[in-house]
C-alpha cells in the first residue's frame, strides 16, 4: 500500500495504491511479447510503432529497446477522457503521426484497452491511410469493460474491471512515474 504524495490541487489526495503487477512482472512480459512481435513481423523493411499518448510512453520505450526490426517510432494523442475515471465515448485526435503509413507495417501500442472506444477510433483512422500491417499491442486489458471489439493481437496482462495507475498510466496525470501497476483505491 502506498500513500499518494504529495497532496493539493486541483484535487485531494484521498486515495491509496495497492500494487497488482511488480516492475519484474511487467519487465518479464515486455520480453516476452517482443520476442513474438520480432517474429510476427520478420522479415519487413520497415516497422512504424506508433504510441498512444500519454499512457503508452513508458510501455513503449521498454518495448522497443526489444526490437531487432528496423523500426520508427512515432506519436497519436486520441482523448476519450477527462480528468475523472469515467469515459465519455467521445475521441477526438489531438496529435496526429508525423508520418505517413502508406504500405508499411505498423504496430499501435496502448497501456490499457478499456471500452475499446479510443483504439477503435485510431484504428479506424490509420486504416484509411493503407498501412501494410496493422496490429495492436496493449500492455492491459479490461475485457468485462469492453463495448466494442478490438483486434488486439498482443496484451500483457487481463486485469478486472480496477482503477489503474503506474508505468505511464495516470489517475488526473497522477502516478504516471510509478515503476510498479497498482490498483487504485479510494477512501
Ligand atoms: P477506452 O476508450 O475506454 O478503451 O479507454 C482507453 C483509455 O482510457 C486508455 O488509453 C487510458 O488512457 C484510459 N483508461 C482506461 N482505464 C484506465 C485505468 O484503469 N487507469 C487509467 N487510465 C485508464
Ligand atoms: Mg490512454
Redesign the pocket.
Known sequence: MQQCLPPGPPMTCDYTIKSILSAEEIAARVETLATEINAYFTPTPKLIVVG?LR?SFVFIADLVRQLTLPVEVDFIEAA??GSG?Q?SHE?RILKDLRTAVEGLDVLVV??????????SHVLRLLATRNPGRLEVCALLS?PS?REVEIPVRWTGFEIPD????GYG???AQRNRNLPYIGAVEFE
Open positions: 498512444l499512457g476519450s477522457y475515471t469515459s475521441v496502448e497501456d490499457i484497452v478499456d471500452t475499446g472506444h479510443t483504439l479490461k469493460r480496477e482503477f489503474v495507475v498510466i495516470d489517475y
